[in-house]
């Protein structure tokens, strides 16, 4: 996922009401934009912290600013929540999860379970069909451990109960997290921070749910899948 218009160096001066935040451009500017990510971004959102933004002139956009990442830790990580589905389009079209290669229809927002829809949808090749979700992941409190989530997601464990359905069905249904930094080698469930989530995981996994991570390249100019990592048992980090 390549960005053009190139982004816009500037320095974070505060994230506030979820969805917005104050900056300075590096010519000293004062800016005020949207920050497209609604969850708690814990140790992202430190004062002084560079940043990167992307500009848009649409007359519909109430903000011409958007925040898309922030440098932490000494690496870049992508904040913006809905680029993990494109990242993940991209690594599946590309082969990169071997174990979903050969699947001839990839389909986007279907409708399942009771009240959800699916990310992706993979059919073909007489193969059972395939039920991708994403995850978005950017948190990190161990060096090379990336967690998620990073606070309570009542909406993603019951996800993962919907795909087990799909897995007990005879379909396959697979957890996909998309990890928007190159600086992690594993991920990790967080217990400590949604037992709930970490519980409806191990649930998911005994019917069957598959997990992959992809981690990312992160620079000012594009945001790409690079390999996949290990994923860890559910449980805190040891710090």
């Known amino acids: 996922m390549i960005f053009d218009p190139p982004l816009v160096r500037a320095t974070l001066v505060q994230r506030y009401k979820r969805f917005l935040f104050d900056a300075l451009v590096d010519d000293g500017t004062p800016v005020t934009g949207f920050c497209p990510n609604t969850g708690s971004m814990r140790g992202l959102t430190t004062p002084g912290s560079p940043i990167w933004m992307s500009l848009h002139d649409s007359p519909t956009r109430k903000y011409r600013h958007m925040l898309e990442m922030v440098e932490a830790d000494g690496t870049l990580v992508g904040i913006n929540a809905a680029f993990a589905n494109r990242i993940a389009e991209e690594a599946l079209v590309a ?10 229809s990839l389909r986007r927002e279907q409708r399942y379970g009771t009240r959800s829809r ?27 451990l990336a967690e998620f989530p990073d606070t309570v ?28 930094r190159q600086d992690c080698d594993r991920l990790r469930l967080c217990s400590d921070l949604d037992p709930r989530y970490a519980a409806a995981f191990r649930r998911a996994a005994a019917r069957g749910v598959e997990a992959y991570v992809l981690r990312c390249r992160v620079t000012p100019q594009e945001i790409v899948a690079t390999d ?4 860890d048992e559910a449980g805190p980090p040891a710090l």
């Open 95 to 104: 082969g990169l999860v071997p174990d979903l290669r050969g699947y001839g």
């Open 118 to 144: 699916i990310d992706f949808l993979l059919s073909g090749s007489g193969r059972p069909h395939c039920y991708v979700e994403v995850k978005n992941v950017h948190f990190m409190r161990a060096l090379g």
């Open 228 to 231: 996949l990592i290990a994923m």
């Open 153 to 180: 997601t009542t909406r993603g464990a019951r996800h993962l109960e919907e795909l087990g359905d799909m897995a007990e069905a005879g379909h396959r249904a697979v957890m996909l997290y998309v990890v928007q």
